[in-house]
């Protein structure tokens, strides 16, 4: 499937946002190797983090695709997305 740049915005804003998650998990609970979480917990951040690993997978490979078929160079692709998608919610770029 061939995908817009306003396409891989989209999809930047939502790993940007599964990450956002992943953190905010994190600050709550603290880090997944604490011995003090509750099972509940662990596969809380274990979900949060496999969710936002696979999103950024994808949209990795929806960035290759793009540039290899408008014959940009990746680093500028990836550069146009992340400056598309705004700053990452909870920071400050």
């Known amino acids: 499937m061939g995908?817009?740049?306003?396409?891989?915005?989209?999809?930047?804003?939502?790993?940007?946002?599964?990450?956002?998650?992943?953190?905010?998990?994190?600050?709550?609970?603290?880090?997944p190797s604490a011995e003090s979480l509750t099972p509940a917990q662990a596969v809380a951040q274990e979900t949060a983090w496999r969710a936002w690993r696979d999103l950024?997978?994808?949209?990795?490979?929806?960035?290759?695709?793009y540039a290899k078929k408008s014959g940009r160079p990746r680093p500028d692709v990836e550069h146009d997305v992340r400056?598309?998608?705004?700053?990452?919610?909870?920071?400050?770029?």
Do not use: C, M, W
């Open 3 to 31: 995908y817009t740049l306003a396409e891989l915005i989209e999809k930047q804003r939502t790993v940007d946002e599964a990450h956002s998650h992943v953190e905010e998990l994190r600050g709550r609970f603290g880090p």
């Open 56 to 65: 950024e997978r994808d949209l990795q490979n929806a960035v290759a695709q």
């Open 83 to 93: 400056r598309g998608a705004g700053p990452t919610p909870g920071t400050q770029r």
